[in-house]
């Protein structure tokens, strides 16, 4: 099954402009911080993600609860990989460590 990105994704798009209003409305609250920003895009990205598009992209399995659904970065942040939609993928739990598992070795190796 070949990887599909979210970024012809028009719930995660919708998701975006939602999230991108929270986040002002936010920036006005005494309490406000870029971390809880972050946060609260990527909580608003990922539900519209996992239910748009309910299924792994490597295997196609639904997932469950002990191999449930996780929102993925294609390229990894720390590799300056970005969250916007063509970077992000659905995957199960299994794919998602299996990939961050390759990451941290390459990494290593760049080291």
């Known amino acids: 099954m070949a990887t599909e990105t979210l970024k012809n994704n028009s719930a995660v798009k919708e998701a975006i402009l939602h999230a991108a209003e929270v986040i002002k409305k936010m920036a006005t609250l005494p309490t406000f911080t870029p971390d809880k920003a972050v946060e609260t895009y990527w909580h608003i990205i990922e539900k519209a993600a996992l239910e748009s598009h309910p299924w792994c992209s490597v295997c196609g399995t639904k997932g469950d609860k002990s191999n449930p659904l996780t929102l993925d970065h294609i390229k990894p942040k720390a590799q300056r990989g970005s969250s916007?939609?063509?970077n992000l993928?659905?995957?199960?739990l299994h794919h998602n460590d299996e990939k961050s598992a390759k990451d941290?070795?390459?990494?290593?190796?760049m080291r």
């Open 89 to 92: 993928r659905v995957v199960c």
């Open 104 to 109: 941290r070795a390459g990494a290593a190796k």
């Open 84 to 86: 916007k939609p063509e």
